[in-house]
């Protein structure tokens, strides 16, 4: 099996910042892709950053210039720095990964998803 865990999420006010983490463990060959996705009420979850295993980057609109992902490949680990942080941040933020556990193919991993809110 394969575990995603985030820790991080928290309340904070707008301006301010947070750092997400998320750690995969368990049977891992290689991982593709990690990235953070989140999900605000009565929305759908939308992607706000993906780093690839060789490093490149993506970020939505609404992230870029004030978040940043990273990835601690000896430990299997994805970081969302989150700063300047609006009240429309507000939603459960995701950690995905696309992991490979043995033979040939890739799966998506997700996590239990951490809360974020921003209050104004």
């Known amino acids: 099996q394969v575990q995603l865990v985030e820790s991080g999420g928290g309340l904070v006010q707008a301006g301010g910042s947070l750092r997400l983490s998320c750690a995969a463990s368990g049977i891992i060959a290689s991982i593709n892709a990690m990235g953070w996705y989140r999900q605000a009420p009565g929305k759908q979850r939308e992607l706000v950053a993906l780093?690839?295993?060789?490093?490149?980057?993506n970020y939505a609109d609404a992230a870029k210039g004030r978040f940043t992902i990273s990835k601690d490949n000896p430990k299997n680990t994805v970081y969302l720095q989150m700063n300047s942080l609006k009240p429309e941040d507000t939603a459960v933020y995701y950690c995905?990964?696309?992991?490979?556990?043995?033979?040939?193919?890739?799966?998506?991993?997700w996590g239990q998803g951490t809360q974020v809110t921003v209050s104004s």
């Open positions: 780093i690839t295993s060789g490093g490149s980057t």
């Open positions: 995905s990964a696309n992991i490979r556990r043995g033979g040939s193919y890739f799966n998506d991993y």
